[in-house]
């Protein structure tokens, strides 16, 4: 008998101390929705948060994350501090704009609620995006060799110009004019090459595209000098006698006029001291 009433205790404890922690975690129930499943370029995505204080007055702080699911998206994170009165309910959204670059994919939002710093409760919801594009990345580069092992912005006349461009996108479609100084403009493709005969800058502009991408434009210039001045190996440099007579004059009324500004700077001093 007197274990049957120790258990019934034992019980009654338990529950007594499961309805305080129910109480406990709800006194600030928090529940996050997004206005639609699925949201297209142009869209606004509108983040519901329903938050309500079952406890006394005080400031609680909203933190909403926002992440994809299975490819790389940098994480956005709005933040909020409100002001609750007891046992009041508020609504707190946020809004963000599907750009036609947005990755496509399922993501995943986590609203948290904190008193101070404290993690008091927190809910989950999943939206996903659709028909966006997605981007393509480019590099341009000029080269003095077909292989490109001697890349260069700096030419002379007469030499070759190697053109061509890197990205990770297999396949694009490739608009590209060289406009030359006197704005005379090229349709080249890429890879190409072309004899520089006129001195000054060039400049090479690609359009690139593809199905299901974002077109991107990308310049870049390069110059053509008139001439190289080439310096022999071991050549030594000597001055002419002209060179070295204008420096030695150049030199000489350097001396002469600092030697005027000290004997001016003295005079007006022994002037002054001696009005005193």
């Known amino acids: 008998m007197k274990k049957i009433q120790d258990m019934c205790r034992m019980i009654s404890w338990v529950f007594l101390l499961s309805l305080l922690f129910v109480s406990y975690c709800t006194a600030q129930e928090i529940t996050v ?38 490819f790389r998206y940098y994480p956005t994170l709005m933040r909020s501090g409100v002001y609750f009165n007891a046992g ?30 404290k993690l008091i409760n927190e ?7 659709k028909n966006t594009l997605k981007t393509i990345d480019m590099d341009l580069f000029t080269c003095k060799d077909s292989s490109c092992t001697n890349r260069a912005t700096i ?17 694009l479609n490739i608009d590209a004019i060289l406009t030359l100084p006197d704005k005379t403009e090229k349709k080249i493709d890429l890879p190409s090459s072309y004899v520089l005969q006129i001195p000054g800058a060039y400049l090479l502009k690609v ?28 050549e030594k440099w000597e001055p002419t006698e002209k060179q070295v007579s204008e420096f030695q004059i150049s030199y000489l009324l350097i001396i002469i006029g600092i030697f005027g500004i000290i004997v001016i700077v003295i005079a007006i001093f022994w002037i002054m001291k001696k009005k005193k």
């Open 207 to 234: 359009t690139a595209s593809k199905e299901g991408y974002k077109s991107i434009i990308k310049e870049m210039e390069f110059g053509v000098l008139e001439k190289e001045v080439k310096v022999l190996e071991g």
């Open 88 to 117: 009041e309910e508020k609504e707190i959204n946020f809004t963000f704009y599907v750009i036609d670059t947005m990755p496509a994919g399922r993501y995943k939002v986590v609203s948290s609620l904190f008193d101070e710093e």
């Open 33 to 70: 929705k997004a206005s639609k499943d699925v949201y297209y370029p142009n869209d606004n995505i509108i983040i519901i948060n329903k938050i309500k204080n079952s406890d006394s007055e005080k400031i609680l702080v909203l933190e909403t994350r926002i992440s994809g699911e299975g």
């Open 123 to 129: 809910s989950t919801c999943y939206f996903e995006v």
């Open 155 to 171: 030419f002379y006349k007469g030499e070759t110009v190697y053109m061509n461009y890197k990205s990770s996108v297999e396949d």
